[in-house]
């Protein structure tokens, strides 16, 4: 078979669907994203409740974040595949009602096996989701108002995850955690009557399709499709699991990173060779493509560590509720709604370079002002922190999107919308293990350095454990009950403060490694203005 390029046939004889206002099929689609999104998040803050609802163990309870995960990212990569042999609208229309019966069946569910494979249901038909809204705006919308219509996804899929946790901890604290399910369903019944009314598939990217479908149907990839499956679910386990089992220290999890090293090389040579590919990577040979879809990675992964790292070190530190956690996160939230339409805006007036340069300095500057937070800081501190990083990931997700796809053919636009999320998913997914594993780690290590100076020869300390000792009998204890309660008093001190100073260190970290992109920029060249590029498959 050789190899020819797929292109859009004309129009002609073909019946156009009626005009339908961008901004509503935005509306329509966004939805879906949006739930989604906050679904992979909003659990986190209600799995106590849920534990003890179902009956689960602390390791136990933590597969039904990572069944979504695993979903999710199974069908991410396969959107295109799905579009071209059910049709676009369809498979959206169809994820979506599975997500809303995977959400409806999570409500009522009364034991964690049942749990979890409603959530894999869930996770299903959210896979879909974003990457389908992302292919259909870039349909939708003209080459000047690209740089929009991203902006518009990246509110959706940027706050999602921001809004999560503290949407549910407002409803665990309120009502019963199961409506952290429930809320789904009349906002995806809304969004499902808009779809099918409002959305309608451009007519020459239909025959596209129909016409790689056909080879896809001679041609069925059985097995990249079982590569995938396999890869992807051993590697999301590894990186949701790996904290929990003292990482390479579990033969499991070496096993499971081995299975998923070795299948994902041979799903990459099995996909660059395939004669009707079910993910097609070889749009990574477009260099375009391939370094926005990395630094977006890297972005993701930053992005998704300092929404982990800022609850548990104002919680569990400063001692802030969850709900005052949550507020002071809002900022954050607010600036980006704020800023995202405007980079929007003025996308197509500066070189892309310089506005993701300007995003990269605010988000590492955020992180270097969060690097200096002590156990005195307050609200004030933190958000002003969030405001500078807020408008750097607007500042980076809008251009790094709309330059990643721009030489993209509108009919592979679900492939490398569905190959974009994955990435992203996958670097959220790395960060979150890496910065997570790190913080137990340095907090030993700064325990340790502190540790060495707390001892009977340092007066300071000496000092210190008289003066709370004193105060104790003060108030009733006996001298060797103060003592005793004293010594607990200093170590947890020096706890806190080792705490501190590896949340610090790991704010810093973060910074530093978005100051490791800037070089990246320089691969980052956009056809602003020109042709797609002729992406070829076999047919």
């Known amino acids: 078979m050789s190899a020819a390029a797929i292109t859009a046939p004309t129009a002609v004889g073909l019946s156009r669907p009626p005009p339908v206002n961008k901004w509503l099929v935005t509306l329509s689609i966004s939805f879906g994203t949006l739930m989604g999104a906050i679904d992979a998040s909003i659990v986190n803050v209600a799995l106590p409740h849920i534990r003890g609802a179902v009956g689960a163990t602390v390791q136990e309870i933590t597969w039904i974040s990572t069944a979504y995960s695993i979903a999710l990212v199974l069908v991410m990569p396969l959107t295109g595949f799905l579009g071209r042999l059910f049709g676009q609208k369809n498979v959206y229309l169809f994820c979506l009602v599975l997500f809303l019966v995977g959400s409806a069946l999570c409500g009522v569910a009364t034991s964690l096996p049942a749990l979890v494979f409603f959530r894999v249901l869930q996770g299903l038909g959210a896979g879909a989701l974003q990457p389908t809204e992302q292919a259909i705006l870039r349909q939708t919308f003209p080459p000047k108002e690209q740089g929009m219509a991203m902006a518009l996804f990246g509110m959706a899929v940027m706050l999602g995850p921001a809004i999560g946790p503290t949407l549910g901890g407002y409803i665990v604290d309120h009502w019963h955690w199961s409506w952290i399910f429930f809320i789904n369903l009349p906002i995806g019944a809304l969004g499902l009557f808009m779809v099918a009314n409002f959305v309608h598939e451009d007519p020459e990217i239909r025959a596209a399709n129909q016409k790689m479908a056909t080879a896809q149907r001679q041609n069925i990839d059985w097995w990249g499709i079982g590569l995938l499956a396999v890869s992807m679910s051993t590697l999301v386990y590894c990186l949701e699991e790996g904290s929990a089992h003292d990482w390479f220290q579990s033969k499991l999890i070496v096993g499971c990173f081995l299975v998923a090293a070795f299948t994902l090389a041979a799903l990459i040579i099995r996909e660059s060779t395939a004669p009707a590919p079910a993910v097609n990577v070889r749009l990574f040979r477009d260099p375009v493509f391939l370094s926005g879809t990395v630094i977006g990675g890297l972005m993701f992964a930053m992005l998704m560590a300092n929404m982990f790292l800022l609850p548990i070190f104002m919680q569990e530190l400063l001692g802030f509720t969850a709900t005052q956690s949550g507020m002071a996160l809002m900022p954050r939230v607010l600036v980006m709604m704020v800023a995202v339409p405007i980079v929007g805006r003025i996308h197509n007036k500066f070189p892309p370079r310089l506005i993701v340069s300007v995003g990269v300095l605010l988000v ?94 340092n007066p300071l300390a000496q000092q210190r454990l008289l003066m709370v000792q004193q105060g104790l009998m003060a108030r009733g204890f006996d001298a060797q009950t103060a003592h005793q309660a004293a010594i607990a008093n200093v170590y947890g001190a020096v706890t806190r403060q080792s705490m501190v100073l590896s949340f610090d260190k790991l704010f810093l970290l973060a910074g530093i490694l978005f100051l490791v992109v800037m070089p990246l920029l320089v691969f980052l060249k956009s056809n602003r203005g020109g042709p797609a590029a002729d992406i070829h498959i076999e047919a």
């Not at 999107?401 to 999320?421: C, E, Y």
């Open 364 to 457: 590492a500057y955020g992180s270097l002002l969060m690097s200096h937070l002590t156990l005195q800081s307050g609200a004030g501190q933190v958000i002003g922190a969030l405001a500078f990083q807020g408008v750097g990931f607007a500042c980076l997700f809008v251009p790094l999107t709309t330059i990643a796809l721009s030489n993209v053919p509108k009919h592979l636009m679900p492939d490398a919308t569905g190959l974009n999320s994955l990435v992203r998913q996958l670097g959220g997914a790395i960060g979150l293990a890496v910065f997570g594993s790190l913080i137990n780690h340095n907090a030993t290590i700064a325990r340790a350095g502190i540790a060495a100076h707390v001892t009977e020869t």
